[in-house]
């Protein structure tokens, strides 16, 4: 079975320093990774997947199978990227089920 | 923003009784997937059905049932509450686009099973 795991349940970090928000899993086949973002008051909402390699509100994510990592970077935290990130992971033959880590929230200060 | 909707916001229950919460997704959106959220934790997948029928289910006992309509609209159907059971349900309607599924979050229904 697979697992997310995310290591820091809080990151707090002052504005414009860089942020990097952990994750690792662990899954035996060729997995989908996703970062989920909820700001406060609002719903849980995609932020960036790795298959798309973009980067999103200055946010990027890499894959590393070696390490079975999938790491959140920005190098310049915002006060308004406060929130809660979730990553998670989608087995790449079962449809939409996510498997979700517990969460890191993250606080900019300013 | 896609407009997945849920209702109730919030509701109160007593152990042992059966409780169902309802989801609206997009038109056009053919998948609906349900998560169980308890506090302070990530959300864990429950089911997930594609047209009408179930074809994924996570680690929850059969107690747990839903149902897919043609409009769009699902139901989470849960017996014989148990105090664990009280946690923010949550839906997902996906789309298939680009890459792939891309799942729209509803706003979650608080549950308290007292």
């Known amino acids: 079975a697979q697992r997310v795991t995310q290591p820091e349940k809080l990151l707090s970090v002052f504005k414009g320093a860089p942020v990097e928000l952990k994750c690792n899993y662990s899954?035996?086949?060729?997995?989908?990774l996703f970062w989920y973002v909820q700001y406060s008051r609002q719903r849980l909402q995609l932020l960036l997947r790795?298959?798309s390699r973009e980067s999103i509100k200055g946010f990027t994510a890499d894959l590393n199978k070696g390490e079975t990592s999938f790491h959140l970077k920005k190098p310049f935290a915002q006060e308004e990227d406060s929130a809660m990130y979730y990553c998670?992971?989608?087995?790449?033959?079962?449809?939409?089920?996510?498997?979700f880590g517990g969460g890191t929230r993250l606080m900019v200060k300013p | 923003e896609t407009g997945v909707t849920q209702s109730p916001t919030h509701l109160i229950k007593t152990r042992g009784q059966q409780v169902t919460l309802r989801c609206s997704s997009q038109?056009?959106?053919?998948?609906v997937s349900w998560y169980q959220q308890a506090l302070g934790q990530g959300p864990q997948f429950i089911f997930q059905?594609?047209?009408?029928?179930?074809?994924g289910r996570g680690n929850f006992p059969p107690r747990f049932s839903g149902l897919q309509f043609p409009n769009y609209s699902s139901e989470l159907n849960v017996n014989a509450l148990e105090l664990d059971d009280s946690a923010l349900y949550l839906c997902?309607?996906?789309?298939?686009?680009?890459?792939?599924?891309?799942?729209?979050f509803g706003p979650g229904t608080r549950l308290t099973v007292t």
């Open positions: 997902a309607s996906s789309l298939l686009q680009g890459f792939g599924y891309e799942q729209y």
């Open positions: 038109s056009g959106h053919n998948t």
């Open positions: 790795h298959i």
């Open positions: 998670a992971l989608k087995p790449g033959n079962a449809g939409n089920m996510l498997t």
């Open positions: 899954y035996s086949g060729s997995p989908e």
């Open positions: 059905y594609y047209r009408e029928e179930e074809n």
